[in-house]
């Protein structure tokens, strides 16, 4: 392979890198879209319970100690069933959290009413999303 090749072979492989970055940027993480859309206003960008609507004496769960709280497993079925609302946190008083699934319920019949869809892999999709992204935030 003479030098000319060889200079064009580095030269088209810059290009594939720099494009293949720019692409891999534009990717949407959906997780964390979801997570900054429904949960960072009260549990922080990062989850440590420090967002803007933690109001003075609303206490708000620092999402990134939930494997350390759980002997060092992130509870995923636990955490699918308080994003959801099947599982209502008494210990707490009042649910101050939404539920999700219902408004991903609600937001379904809007966007949805003259098509035919299946509303619980829809809710299930967005909660799933929510749950992995959470998971990549737990402290190490």
């Excluded at 810059?14 to 293949?20: A, D, N, Y």
Aim: glycine share 10%.
């Amino acid at each position: 392979m003479g030098p000319t090749r060889i200079a064009a072979a580095l030269l088209a492989l810059g290009v594939f890198m720099v494009w293949g970055n720019g692409y891999a940027a534009d990717k949407t993480d959906f997780g964390k879209r979801e997570y900054e859309r429904k949960c960072a206003v009260c549990h922080g960008l990062k989850g440590k319970g420090d967002g803007p609507f933690a109001f003075i004496g609303m206490t708000v769960a620092d999402l990134t100690t939930l494997s350390k709280r759980n002997n060092g497993v992130f509870p995923v079925q636990r955490l699918y069933e308080i994003i959801d609302g099947t599982e209502i946190l008494t210990a707490h008083g009042t649910r101050d959290m939404p539920i999700w699934g219902t408004v991903y319920r609600e937001q379904l019949e809007e966007a949805y009413f003259d098509v035919p869809f299946n509303p619980e892999a829809y809710v299930r999709a967005h909660i799933l999303a929510l749950i992995e992204y959470i998971s990549r935030l737990q402290a190490k």
